[in-house]
């Protein structure tokens, strides 16, 4: 029998939910402890599931030596310092998708991540999908042929997470729609696509709707809304890679689209098929003929598979799927694209300036 695993979270909102519930269907895993600013909260989750140590204070919950790794769970200006603290306290980490508010803020990682040798895992769902395990192996196994372009879209018609939350305000989020839905669609098609190296970039963003105070979801648990709304609703983008290939990207808090169904979705196109999730569509051409297949992949739990493979890292000593790597650039191209939406210009990333 290995050694049990103790792990805390930090931040206690909608989000920690998922993990807990994760940790608790795993063998030798114990959510230790829990830490939230907000004590109500942090009393509600503590004594729903019975976690022993509650904390208001971040280094005093680090400096547990029991502890082995921490769930990063708080909103996204916080994601950077509190890695690097519990990394610098000798434990692994899962973070909270987006990584940062920037990719400058995200770089602050790689030196401590090295030093500590520790785990360190982005928190990327999408990727966790049975559909995009499976779709990910026919195209490792060259079935797609040569993917030279892909479209990624999250819409939503009405779907602010709370107008007036730090979700809403650029210095705790990072932007709106785009950082926190948008990562979700992109990352899963730019891994499907194999992570090729972003190259130009050109953006546009919108904020039509929270301004005025329209299209709120009340989505979240913990939301305090004294905030702003200074961030957009929509934004669109086309990010050329270092192989050649393009992607298309449109995502939206609210936007007056005509059909919900289907607005959040995958297309891959390449030289020898094409494929389209969720659900997954496959086109392949038989003996000349276009044949759309429909494989019957069944539904899962991505949070609960994020969550194991995170412990089999740190059991095993492996390297997740979602690496640090991956999270720095993808801060990369959404930078490129809030930059390239403010100046009106493309963004070369080889270059690092405007054109
Ligand atoms: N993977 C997904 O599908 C998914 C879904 C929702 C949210 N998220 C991400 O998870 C993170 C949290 O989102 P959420 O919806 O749970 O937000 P939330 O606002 O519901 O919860 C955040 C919690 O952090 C606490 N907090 C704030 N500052 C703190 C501090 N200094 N120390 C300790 N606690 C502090 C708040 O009191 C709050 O309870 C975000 O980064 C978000 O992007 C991911």
Redesign the pocket.
Known sequence: MSKQINVGL???????W?HIQGYRKLDGVKVLAI????EA?LNKIADEYNIPKRF?K?TDMLALDKLDAISV????Y??VP?TIEALESGKHVIC???LSVNAEEAEKIVKPLEKSKKVFMI???MRFLNESKYLKQLINKNELGKIYYAKAKYLRRHGI??IG???TTKKY?GGGSLI?CGV?ILDQVWWLMGCPEPVEIFGSTYAEFGPRGLRDSG??????RTASFDVEDLATGIIKFNNAATLFLEVSWALNIINEENSVSGSLFGTEGGAQLSPLRLVKYIDGYPNIIEPKISQNNV?DEEIKHFIDCIRNNKEPMATLKHAITMMKMLDGIYKSASTGKSVNLKEGQNK
């Open positions: 930090v931040g206690a909102g909608w989000l920690s998922q830490c939230d600013i907000n909260l208001t971040y769970c708080t909103p996204n916080l994601h509190q909270e998708k987006p928190a990327q769902i997470p709370g939350s730090w979700f989020s926190d979700h989505f979240g648990v913990s939301r305090n949070f």
